[in-house]
């Protein structure tokens, strides 16, 4: 990596080389006013940053080898997971994966003080791959968490991520594009993080995410229920609408089906704590289901509140076809339909919102591992597929190459092999 920097560097000032060095004092001069002399500058640094430029820079003395008892398909199989410190494997992909990669996702530990953070050392491979898997530390004891009493909090979580981001920044394309989850614990530190490696410039846009519904964590009265998602480029706007993509992302997103198109539910209550028949005297009716029995918008503390529609409006789309109703344990639930066209039949996702608000949340993803494992207490807080279908549909086009470092439950690759 330093040696094809340095390359770079010498195709585009040749006259600073002298015997196969570089001399700063001649690069300050060409590179004329753009030097900064000042003693005060602004920076981004943390203790250890040094050590953590000297990793991405150490050659990796690994082999990744074949598991083909443990494969499907191996002759025929367009995908590959690889287990291992997945600093080492950045690190044996960049010969074969530079500038190759369209589009990389990942969920690293968010640094909460129940993570494990990864101590890179490798004099000894397999060793250093159990302690950063947790299981042993150098001692061969159990390893301990990142805490917040430990002194270099912030310091070790930005050690960990910054060679893994200068890594894969190389495997991009340059039309290349990374989706980084994170949530308030670190996403201002990893937005500087990411400006520095990909450049400020690069910035595309800060994800808001609604992760649950209803409570949750709470933090003295305040209940979080948003992650981040950051995304940059590599060099060029990666934005991407391809039609065939946005149709596949669609049958994900919206997946109920009727004669007219795809289409999303979405209740017909209003259930925000504004949402009362006080404020919208307008929007309180009374409904009738299909079995004759009334139906009031009530909200979950048994308060009046409010339907979405007024009554003319809802009895057009009712006319139309465009309200369903869904009998759920008992009680009939009312819902309209959100659908991806207009009425001339035409996408109309021709910009993507960066508030999330109605994709699949982490209830989904539970529910998604619970039916493939039986078992929802796999994983924990899986990503649900539809969040990660939305953003290969943003970022890619059908044959692109797909990264995901920081597998876990391995949401990405089943969003990617469903689309």
Known sequence: IVNKNIEKLKELFPEVFSEGKINFAKLQEELGEFTNKENERYNFTWNGKTDAK????????????????????????????????????????????????????????????????????????????????????????????????????????????????????NLLKDDGVIFISIDDNEVANLRKLCDEIFGEDNFVAEFIWKKRSGGGYSNALLSINQEYILMYSKTQSPLIYDKEKTQDWIKEYYNFLDKKSNYKRRDLRKSGT??????????????????NTIIVPKKQNGEDGRWTFAENTF???????????????????????????????????????????????????????????????????????????????????????????????????????KL
């Open 54 to 169: 000297r990793i991405t820079q150490t050659p990796s003395t690994g082999t990744l080898r074949p598991a083909k008892e443990e494969s499907k398909n191996w002759d025929t199989t367009q995908n590959l997971y690889i287990e291992g410190d997945n600093l080492e494997v950045l690190k044996l992909l960049q010969k074969s994966y530079h500038k190759k990669v369209k589009m990389i996702y990942i969920d690293p530990p968010y640094n909460t003080g129940k993570d494990f953070v990864y101590k890179d050392n490798f004099h000894d491979n397999i060793k250093n791959y159990l302690e950063v898997t947790g299981q042993v530390d150098s001692e061969g004891n159990r390893l301990s968490t990142n805490s917040e009493t430990n002194g270099r909090y912030h310091s070790d979580w930005l050690s960990m991520m910054y060679p893994r981001l200068k890594l894969a920044r």
């Open 274 to 291: 504004a949402d009362r028949r006080v404020d919208r005297p307008t929007m309180y009716y009374e409904i009738t289901s299909p079995e």
């Open 315 to 417: 009895k057009e789309q009712l006319q139309k076809g465009e309200i369903e109703f869904v009998k759920i344990n008992d009680e009939w639930k009312v819902y309209y339909k959100e659908r991806p066209i207009d009425e001339n039949g035409n996408l109309k996702t021709e910009k993507w919102e960066t508030l999330l608000t109605d994709i699949a949340n982490n209830t989904q993803g539970t529910l998604a591992i619970e039916k493939i494992f039986g078992d929802k207490n796999v994983f924990d807080f899986p990503k649900p597929v539809e969040l990660i279908s939305f953003f290969t549909a943003v970022g890619t086009k059908n044959d692109d190459l797909i990264l995901d470092f920081f597998s876990g439950s391995a949401t990405t690759a089943h969003a990617v092999m």
